[in-house]
């Protein structure tokens, strides 16, 4: 069994200081204190770790096995300390960040570049993948915090904040051009090929759950695992895409592409960053969250 630790740490001391003398002096104790301790610890190993020299101490065979061993402890320790400090100061950390394609482009990225430039030794780690997958990996304590899209099932042990609005559309290119300007309604899209995200997505739940609402059933012919193929589908007259607006905007603003019209509103819905409530994230999670923080309010 080991014995005290506080031995060792005058037992430390004194071998570096080669005295009794400098190592009360070093610990702030008086030298009867170093020399009970010394006495103590080679009482509890059955050796003699120092004998006099002229002047002070010298270690004897053992007590330099014992320092070679201590001594790398210490440098463990002052190190360790060290790298605690430079977390403090944020010159050394990490961040864990969970994020889809969408978030990570339309909301994330240009924080993360601020952060980067303010802070280049920390190192961030952003699993990609959707909202209930970046919920899971959340709860699992394995980011610090997430960056989802609505509708999910909101818990007591998850912090959410809505950061920005996103809005669903319905695309087509010129295949289709017989549906521009036209008031539609949702049973057209029965008639028509679709082209949707795979259904382990919020925007899949989302955009299933609103049609079946209004009785639409549909099959897609394409089920894409992004939205940015959705969109070169469309580009190709594949079919009509369902994605997030930001993903098409540059098409639609050219002409490349068209927004559907229906008769009724799609609802917008959220970005929002979520924190656990059981978890505390890093320093530098923190420091990331406080500019989202700032920026997007």
């Given at each position: ?242 994605v997030v607006r930001d993903f098409a905007s540059e098409y639609l603003d050219d002409g490349t592409l068209f ?27 923190e420091r990331l969250l406080e500019i989202l923080d700032k920026e997007s309010s």
């Amino acid at each position: 069994m080991i014995c005290n630790l506080e031995y060792f740490k005058v037992f430390y001391y004194t071998a570096k200081c080669g005295s009794v003398t400098g190592a009360a002096a070093e610990l702030a104790i008086s030298q009867p204190a170093v020399s009970q301790s010394l006495k103590q610890l080679e009482h509890s190993l059955g050796v003699s770790l120092f004998v006099r020299a002229s002047r002070g101490v010298r270690l004897t065979a053992e007590g330099e096995v014992l320092y070679s061993y201590v001594e790398k402890g210490y440098e463990q320790i002052r190190q360790g300390v060290e790298k605690v400090q430079q977390m403090q100061s944020l010159e050394l950390g990490e961040v864990h960040i969970g994020a889809s394609d969408m978030t990570l482009r339309f909301f994330l990225l240009p924080f993360l570049e601020r952060f980067h430039e303010e802070y280049p030794e920390i190192k961030v780690v952003v699993s990609n993948g959707p909202t209930p997958e970046t919920l899971s990996l959340l709860r699992e304590g394995k980011i610090d915090f997430g960056v989802v899209s609505t509708p999910f099932g909101e818990t007591e042990d998850i912090s959410t904040v809505r950061v920005r609005e996103i809005e669903d559309v319905f695309v087509a290119g010129r295949r289709f051009i017989s549906y521009k300007n036209k008031m539609l309604d949702f049973q057209e899209l029965e008639d028509l090929p679709m082209i949707f995200l795979e259904g382990n997505t919020s925007t899949r739940h989302y955009m299933d759950n609103y049609l079946a609402g209004n009785g639409i059933a549909l099959q897609p012919e394409f089920e894409l695992a992004t939205s940015d193929m959705i969109v070169q589908f469309a580009l190709r007259n594949l079919g009509v895409g369902c994605v997030v607006r930001d993903f098409a905007s540059e098409y639609l603003d050219d002409g490349t592409l068209f927004e559907l019209r229906f008769n009724k509103m799609i609802p917008k819905r959220s970005l929002c960053v979520v924190r656990s409530m059981r978890q505390k994230p890093s320093l530098a999670a923190e420091r990331l969250l406080e500019i989202l923080d700032k920026e997007s309010s």
